[in-house]
């Protein structure tokens, strides 16, 4: 009898794109300062493996990032690579979700999806940042996947596994609740529009009820373990109903959150591939009667209402929409490239992706040029400009003209391939080309918004940001108590500040340090940290100060379209960015010492 090889060329392409997914997420993982929000979990983690007192979770906290994160520092130091790890690695698990769904997508279109969840600028800013949303999106596509294997198969093991996750999603708070109420409308849309969905619904239901006590067992121990750390966290019932409570509050009119536009904003820009071609498959779907792809098309569509309607949106919300939409724009690629062009037409083919490629990376550099000349001169509409040494007598916006002259040779070559040569080979051809310049974009974006400018506003990702320049600082205090009492950690500092927020978290190994809420005279630590509008506050001592950049802000208004054009390109903006500002006061005669140097 022949046996199925373990490791099949299918399974070993999966594990390569989980091995990029890692990589992606690795990368530089600790260079970045943890924000307030970020910080406020890690440090109800870090508290909790060295014993401290523990302050609630914020409203938004997940108790199943602090589970994770845990045992995380448990077996590592804390740091801010640690602090992300568990969301980076759920983040990586992604791309083995589409292994669940391959009998209906079709295993070209399940590993393309795999790709496609691996590279998303926007679960992978997700997968980076310490927080819990990307463990909910884990767990919800996981106990999806595993249900319809239950289903299938009959196998307990499954329904235990679907039990386990569905516990895991439910300990990650507000977030998963979102994608569970988005999964029930879209049942609900499914269920109205397709009678034989019903049916197959109560047989399901029927047979879970079967099996009621051992899924509800499974579920409750896996809530109670994760939302309370294994028993050591019991508070972390409390923080997982106050996170639920948040989210209902959440619905308010006066709720705050994100914009509307901004989420939108972030799915046209940072997502292009799996939008446009999202929006392919939802019609394919619909036109060949592909009921995943309809449920797939109904979810990314209740996400985006939900998210655009929801007063107490945050970015984090998009990875409900992107997820689904990248299944289905890999669905949609794999159905238009799939099926047998006769050989004869590859040659042709090849010359009309290598012509579209070509007038795409003529418009890409023609659209470059602008921007460059938008940062050169802002009021480059109502100017010339000189290129090699030249003055031409045409104003900078000929470079747009020429980009759009491009993209429309490339649907004229396209035509004019199907019209004389052959349809199939033309939609194929154009279809690589789009795709794999829209997958340029998407990598280049989601590379700018986690690699280059993480700390950046304009990336929208964080609405404030914290400077990279919290490292500076800490460096620098550290080289002040190096010198005032011989180890980096060990001096007295005094903070102005929440000690929950971005500086509790970056002073974490100092075992001296206070935090208040205001400055007085009975201050006389050897360090003091405050904000800038505390320009000469009163102390016990003389200090001296330097100034450090902490968080700032960005708010996108009036900006003429050639500013918005440079902004989409670069992510350069010629209005001013609003920056927070620390100042590190340290004591006189400390400075003095440090100034002398060490004694020889």
Partial sequence: MNRRPLLTVEHALYLALFALALALRLYALNAHPLNDAEAHQALTAFRLVNGRSISSLPPSGSPAYVFFTYFSFLLFDASNATARLAPALFGAGLAFLPLFFRDRLGRAAALLA???????????????????AIVALFALGLSVGTLRHYLATSASGWLIATAVALGLGLAGGATFLTGMLTLALTALVMLWLNPEEREGAREAWARLRAQGLTFLVALGVTL????????IFLPGLG???????????????SAAGRAPLTLLLFLLVYEPLHLVFGVVGAALAFRRGNRLGQWLFWFSLVALAFSVTYSGRTLFDVIWVVAPLAALAAWAIAEIVRGAWAAEEWPMMAVQIGVTVALLAFAALNLAMFAEQVRVNPNVLQSRFTFSGVTLNASATTYVYLALIAIALTLVVAYLMGMGWSPRAALVGLTLSLSAALFVVNVSAGWGLTQLRPDSPVELWWERPV????NRLMTTLGDVSNYTVGNAHDMQVTVQASPDGALGWALRSFPHVTFVNDLDPLVNSPAVIAPADQQ?????????????PLRSTWTASNLSWPEQFAWLTFRRTSTSVQTENIILWVRQDVAKLQDAGPTP
């Fill in 536 to 548: 000469n506050p009163t102390l016990g001592s003389a200090y001296v100060g330097a100034g450090f």
């Fill in 224 to 231: 109670a373990v994760v939302t309370t750390v294994g028993l």
């Fill in 114 to 132: 795999g790709w496609l969840l691996a590279t998303s600028a926007g679960l992978l800013a997700a997968s980076r940042s310490a927080d819990g």
């Fill in 467 to 470: 400077a990279d320049d919290l």
């Fill in 239 to 253: 923080a997982l109903a106050d996170s639920e409570t948040a989210w209902l509050a959440g619905f308010a009119p």
